[in-house]
């Protein structure tokens, strides 16, 4: 039996900063757009991101949000998709933690 996948975000607040993408300017249309695609891609195979060893995680995610997991997906123009994978008896879920740009990625992960 195939388990159903799902995309979820962290926080209700993270969904509608997500959602408010699609109102705001150009460029944030565009991200939304990225965001999108990613989301459907990770329907399709939650795991088609890039795995991060547990060495590199950053301590706020193991803190905030107990983490078992944490995958990066490369969105265009450098930007980057942080998620984490949920998953029981019937669902896999993806779930969005933050996007950010290559600038804020990289301090965030200390590189």
Same mark, same amino acid.
């Given at each position: 039996m195939n388990k159903e996948r799902r995309v979820? +975000?962290?926080t209700k $607040?993270? /969904?509608v900063e997500f959602d408010s993408l699609n109102?705001? $300017? =150009? =460029?944030?249309k565009q991200l939304y757009e +990225?965001?999108? /695609?990613? %989301?459907?891609? &990770?329907?399709?195979k939650p795991t088609c991101g890039i795995k991060i060893p547990k *060495?590199?995680?950053? *301590?706020t995610y193991i803190k905030k949000y107990d983490i078992t997991n944490l995958w990066k997906y490369d969105l265009p123009?450098?930007? /980057? &998709?942080i998620y984490t994978i949920e998953t029981d008896e019937i669902m896999i879920v993806? %779930? %969005? &933690?933050?996007? +950010?740009?290559? $600038?804020?990625y990289k301090k965030r992960f200390n590189y």
């Open positions: 979820g +975000f962290i $607040k993270l /969904r109102k705001g $300017k =150009s =460029s944030d +990225f965001i999108n /695609r990613a %989301i459907d891609d &990770l329907k399709e *060495k590199l995680w950053p *301590k123009t450098g930007w /980057r &998709l993806a %779930i %969005i &933690l933050e996007w +950010f740009d290559h $600038k804020n």
